[in-house]
Structure formats: structure tokens, C-alpha cells
Nanobody, 125 residues
């Protein structure tokens, strides 16, 4: 599967932003989709996941109540809705795909995901 993110932009604190990830190619082995982010000098952090089988989601505590993850199977698109953004939400956001389901509801690390997009930049000021 190939992943391409879009939607990154500069946004003021308190605002909203929608990130999209277009998936193409074979998605047969993909059972968990995720959004990660990475700020300069910091480790890549898992933000949210969605199980491809039952649409159950997991959202990290750092963004709970502000961010939500969803997918559109007809369009092969993964979305991250970001509301009430904060300065600390700045960073490169990555879409990722994994074959397993056991880690999809957390805890999980970047090593659980074998496919990655190139990232899209979010800057909150």
C-alpha cells in the first residue's frame, strides 16, 4: 500500500485543521491505520489509530477530546480532524499502515507499522 498525506498548513492556536491520507495499491493486509507526529528533536508519537475491520479507534491522551480519526473505505482515505489545536501540536504528521490488529487499540509504537507516507507539516502559532 502507498500512502500520501495532505492538508498540512499553518494555523492559529484554537483553530481547526483536517489532514487526509490517500491509500493506493493493495490494502488487503492492512488491518490498522494510524496517524503519528514528530516535532523537531523529539521522538515520533502515535496520535490515533483506527481498526480497519471494525472501525474502533484509539486516541492518545495528549489529543483526546480535540482530535478524531476516521476513514472512508469507498475513497480509501484516512482523515485526522484536529480541533482546538495547541502550539504543542506542531510537527510533521505521518500516516501509517500496519498488518496487525492486536496493537491497534494501544499501546503501539512506530515499529508496529510497516508502511508510511512522506508526511505533511502542521504549524500552530
Amino acid at each position: 500500500v502507498q500512502l500520501v498525506e495532505s492538508g498540512g498548513a499553518s494555523v492559529e492556536a484554537g483553530g481547526s485543521l483536517t489532514l487526509s491520507c490517500a491509500a493506493s495499491g493493495s490494502t488487503f493486509d492492512t488491518h490498522c491505520m494510524a496517524w503519528f507526529r514528530q516535532a523537531p528533536g523529539k521522538a515520533r508519537e502515535g496520535v490515533a489509530t483506527i481498526d480497519s475491520e471494525d472501525d474502533s479507534t484509539f486516541v492518545a491522551d495528549s489529543v483526546k477530546g480535540r482530535f478524531s480519526i476516521s476513514k472512508d473505505n469507498a475513497k480509501n482515505t484516512l482523515t485526522l480532524q484536529m480541533n482546538s489545536v495547541k502550539l504543542k501540536d506542531s510537527g510533521m504528521y505521518y500516516c501509517a499502515a500496519g498488518e496487525g490488529r492486536s496493537y491497534c487499540r494501544g499501546p503501539f509504537t512506530r515499529h508496529d507499522f510497516g508502511r508510511w507516507g512522506q508526511g505533511t507539516q502542521v504549524t500552530v502559532s
